[in-house]
């Protein structure tokens, strides 16, 4: 078994903790690093669980989980657990897992998951539209679809990470969060397969060849699965198609490192908004 049988890999540093008195990781250790990478693939494939699963009306239930032991990790090591469905029968799904020291196999193994009803845990069919998101991802296609318009189409979906993001989890009064510049806005909104919104952002000319990019929100569950950086570059698409030659967006300085990574440099000293510490960045389109 190689790398190249597997698109998701998800990177782990062994902790001090997992390492026995052999001075490697003890063996259970190994099933905790798979149920972890576990969660990033569902991320991987824009479905959060277990958000994402509620409208199916079923869940999944581990049935068999097994590996096999090549060569051992040890502390600090860093390590990547590779996972890929193997194959979907009526309830049942197999995932096939590895997991490297660089190239070097470390683990081999198998889960097997059952798709049940939670309130009898009596099996059911694995839903059409899971079955076509493993299919797809496996196959390499993007998992995301990002669509820009207007607040009359996108603002229902927007409105909703932007409440769960700003209002729920950051405390931000309703009355700051919203206001009569989104009817004027090019908004992106980010969605999986399931028609799920997951990110969001808006696009406001802040000058004339200068646009502003504001209200970049994602979801908790989805943050690190590339649906904020997707919407991020559906606006500044949105502004080279104006004609715009740079944009500007005044980040949270928790969230600047995210900018960075797609080109912006930040401008002047950090300010305070509402309690929270922000810091201009700029980039030229």
Request: hydrophobic share 40%.
């Amino acid at each position: 078994m190689n790398r190249t049988d597997f698109r998701f890999f998800h990177r782990l540093r062994v902790r001090w903790a997992e390492v026995d008195g052999q001075h490697i990781v003890f063996n259970p250790h190994y099933l905790m690093y798979v149920d972890t990478a576990m969660s990033d693939y569902w991320r991987a494939l824009a479905m959060p669980y277990p958000q994402a699963f509620a409208p199916f009306g079923g869940d999944l239930y581990v049935k068999k989980a097994s590996l096999e032991y090549h060569a051992s990790a040890r502390y600090d090591d860093h390590i990547d657990v590779a996972i890929r469905s193997q194959r979907l029968g009526n309830s049942s799904m197999l995932f096939t897992l590895a997991i490297f020291r660089l190239d070097e196999l470390l683990v081999t193994g198998e889960l097997v998951y059952v798709y049940a009803d939670p309130k009898t845990q009596s099996s059911t069919r694995v839903p059409d539209a899971l079955r076509d998101a493993l299919a797809a991802y496996e196959a390499g296609e993007s998992m995301l679809e990002v669509r820009v318009g207007g607040w009359d189409t996108l603002g229902a979906d927007a409105e909703l990470v932007r409440t769960e993001v700003y209002i729920d989890e950051q405390r931000i009064p309703a009355d700051m969060e919203y206001d009569e510049v989104d009817l004027a806005c090019v908004h992106a909104v980010a969605y999986n397969r399931l028609g799920m919104p997951l990110s969001t952002g808006r696009l406001l000319e802040h000058v004339p060849g200068v646009a502003k990019i504001g209200r970049m929100a994602t979801r908790r569950t989805m943050r690190g699965g590339g649906a904020g950086r997707a919407v991020l570059e559906a606006l500044m698409e949105a502004a080279r198609e104006r004609g715009d030659h740079q944009a500007v967006l005044h980040a949270q300085t928790t969230s600047a490192p995210f900018y960075a990574r797609a080109g912006f440099v930040a401008r002047g000293p950090e300010y305070d908004d509402l309690g929270v510490a922000h810091v201009e960045m700029v980039k030229r389109l």
